[in-house]
């Protein structure tokens, strides 16, 4: 009885599938935490009602976010920076009537230094300034 064998010959190629299944689910990933990247510098706002921010507020060239911390630091494009070099990062978007700026201020920070700063961005020509607040618990 003669045997029969197979050819066999190797296997020169390369099983793509779990490689591009890895790909789309790392994709996946960072698409859902780059939007919240935003909101993981340490400011937590003071909570009140008010209306909620837009949806497309991390993709929007017209808006830009700054935070003050408890210790009075400007975190602006997560940069620790002084107020003085905020407003001068600014200015190229004074004269857009749609350009908005959110101002996220810890809670803990003195209500004067608050005021003090959107003095300084009014004085400098930004009018369109809005606080960022938490939701109130009910």
């Known amino acids: 009885m003669a045997r029969r064998r197979f050819n066999s010959s190797p296997y020169d190629t390369i099983n793509l599938t779990p490689l591009i299944d890895t790909l789309f689910f790392l994709l996946i990933i960072f698409m859902i935490t780059a939007p919240l990247l935003e909101y993981t510098i340490e400011v937590d706002p003071p909570e009140m009602n008010a209306d909620p921010l837009p949806k497309d507020a991390a993709d929007n060239q017209n808006l830009k976010t700054i935070n003050l911390t408890k210790d009075g630091h400007v975190i602006f494009d997560e940069n620790t920076i002084t107020q003085d070099?905020?407003?001068m990062k600014l200015m190229p978007y004074r004269t857009n009537p749609d350009f908005k700026i959110f101002l996220r201020a810890d809670r803990e920070l003195s209500y004067g230094k608050v005021i003090a700063f959107l003095a300084?961005?009014?004085g400098n020509g930004f009018k369109n300034v809005s606080?960022?607040?938490t939701e109130e618990e009910q």
């Open 131 to 133: 606080l960022v607040t």
């Open 85 to 87: 070099e905020c407003i």
């Open 120 to 122: 300084k961005m009014h």
